[in-house]
């Protein structure tokens, strides 16, 4: 484990009362010498001087009493128990969205008076939860129902047993993903554990679809109700900032596979973004030009006739493009302004980042998705497709600190599959960048001929000593389908000496089949109570989507 500074300790409350007394005995001293006579007599002092010294005594006894009483021992969850007049907000948060989600939680609800503690899931226990009447709870869910990985240790140590929260009163902020089958699978596991354990839901549990908008409105006027102030303002939507399309290349032409896209965006002018590796851009796609001016023509509306949308005013054209396109037969006969009211923002899309701020810009590692009607995919399809070079990207970067790099020294073991790489990538690019040379890279795709991607970084890293250790897997090269997870059991003896110097073992790529294997072959390979320890470390990380 790497060493970290110890922060700087407060003083005790037991060194801040010596000091006080110390300089109370020397201020009464100085205070009593105009009472002495030049010639001191050791006979029976006079009355008056025996009141002098009472009151003394008196005060110095009762600032020692209370000093004794400020440093008296605290119980230990002191810090977290609750008090009647304050509200716990509890987040679990996989990529960062829940944290978010979080604070603005807390902070809409201490503008409006009411006092709020703030705590990461894995701070709370069940004497926390016990001794706290209120408490607002913003999970999100990893794949198929599964916590995220830093709420595991709450997982083991308190759901694993009902608790006894006959006076805690919760609602819960569900995130999620209705792609997958067990939608938001955490969240109802947490609201169902709560309710087992005697507490009493303020409101029904929030589900949110990927960002869903109105689901967040939900979720904030029930914030109004427990605050008492109903007429709270909306929170701001998202600010994206306008981004340039500065590179668009198709890495795999011919591929099995759909085909992925190489995007170097540009930053605004002026502006110096940074991140870190592990970040995440969030893009607010935009509809083709041609399906917005099909919908205008059908309607028989002008694209320019200035709307109110959103907090400000902007063509018709452009109201419909962030929008989700209505059937014309729903609004046939609005006006512009009544069409614009009723439109429902598209949600947000996230990427990993596979650039560094030092490499000039940002880089996106995107494949163009299908649904299963032919369409594209509403992200893909519009910086895939639909979106020029040239053209403006609505794009705000969102830190992910639960993927952020581990320190230098440590080594450092990437896996993953086809569009992960994006984010190893990035990975990589930062340990070149710092010097650190124990970087060990398992990637798979399917042919290698055309969905090697990124291979010229790789190749010359690898060749100038960044990536010790490089493991592929082709699955459609030989006879027999090869994943990562067989090229991880066949190094099983060189993982193990890697785990045993501390190494941390970063995962990004496809949540169906890619991650399931790795994690099977992890344990398989370094056995379920040693994944488990990694994950509660923080050295088992995962991306996966």
């Not at 016990?130 to 709450?154: C, H, I, K, M, Y």
Request: aromatic share 8%.
């Amino acid at each position: 484990m790497t060493s970290t500074s110890p922060a700087p300790r407060r003083p005790s409350y037991a060194t801040i009362g010596n000091a006080l007394a110390v300089a109370g005995v020397v201020a009464l001293a100085l205070a009593f010498l105009p009472l002495h006579d030049d010639a001191w007599w050791p006979a029976m002092p006079q009355r008056a001087r025996w009141a002098w010294a009472a009151a003394a005594v008196a005060a110095y006894t009762a600032a020692c009493g209370w000093l004794l009483w400020r440093s008296r021992p605290r119980r230990e969850h002191d810090a977290t128990a609750g008090n009647g007049s304050q509200l716990l907000v509890a987040w679990a948060s996989q990529t960062g969205f829940a944290q978010e989600l979080a604070e603005r939680t807390a902070a809409t609800l201490a503008g409006a008076g009411t006092p709020v503690r703030l705590r990461e899931l894995s701070q709370v226990d069940a004497a926390t939860l016990a001794a706290t009447p209120r408490a607002l709870f913003v999970v999100s869910t990893t794949g198929e129902g599964d916590p995220p990985d830093p709420a595991l240790a709450f997982v083991r140590d308190v759901l694993a047993a009902p608790a006894a929260l006959g006076s805690l009163q919760f609602a819960v902020l569900a995130l999620g993903d209705r792609e997958y089958e067990h939608f938001c699978g955490f969240g109802h596991s947490l609201d169902q554990w709560l309710r087992r354990s005697g507490a009493t839901p303020l409101f029904d549990l929030v589900e949110v679809d990927n960002g869903d908008a109105g689901a967040l409105r939900h979720w904030q006027h029930h914030l109004g109700l427990l605050a008492q102030a109903p007429e709270l303002p909306d929170w701001s939507p998202v600010s994206y900032e306008p981004w340039q399309l500065r590179e668009r290349v198709e890495l795999n032409p011919g591929s099995a596979g759909g085909p992925v896209f190489h995007l170097a965006l540009a930053a605004p002018p002026g502006a110096q973004p940074q991140w870190q590796a592990g970040d995440i851009a969030e893009i607010g796609p935009r509809n083709a030009a041609a399906a917005v001016d099909a919908l205008l023509g059908t309607l028989g509306l002008a694209g320019d006739t200035p709307v109110a949308s959103g907090h400000g005013m902007r063509p018709l054209s452009e109201a419909l493009a962030r929008a989700h396109l209505p059937e014309p037969a729903d609004v046939a006969g609005l006006d512009a302004q009544a069409l614009a009211a009723a439109l429902k923002p598209l949600p947000h899309r996230e990427y990993s980042i596979a650039s560094m701020p030092g490499e000039g810009s940002l880089q996106l590692l995107v494949r163009h998705m299908r649904r299963p009607d032919g369409r594209s995919g509403l992200g893909s399809g519009w910086l895939c497709g639909h979106a020029a070079v040239g053209d403006r990207i609505d794009l705000r970067i969102r830190g992910n600190a639960n993927f952020h790099p581990p320190a230098p020294e440590r080594p450092l073991v990437l896996i993953g599959n086809g569009t992960g790489i994006a984010g190893l990538r990035a990975h990589l690019a930062a340990r070149v960048a710092a010097g650190a040379h124990r970087n060990w890279l398992l990637f798979g795709e399917r042919n290698r001929e055309r969905d090697f991607h990124y291979r010229g970084d790789i190749e010359r890293w690898q060749a100038d000593g960044f990536i010790e250790r490089l493991e592929l897997a082709f699955s459609r090269d030989g006879d027999r389908r090869r994943y990562v997870q067989h090229a991880l059991r066949d190094a099983a003896d060189a993982l193990r000496d890697w785990i045993d110097a501390d190494a941390a073992i970063y995962v990004c790529g496809s949540l169906q089949g890619m991650a399931p294997g790795v994690d099977a072959a992890l344990r398989e390979v370094l056995g379920d109570a040693r994944v488990e320890q990694l994950l509660l470390e923080g050295r088992y990380r995962r991306d996966v989507y």
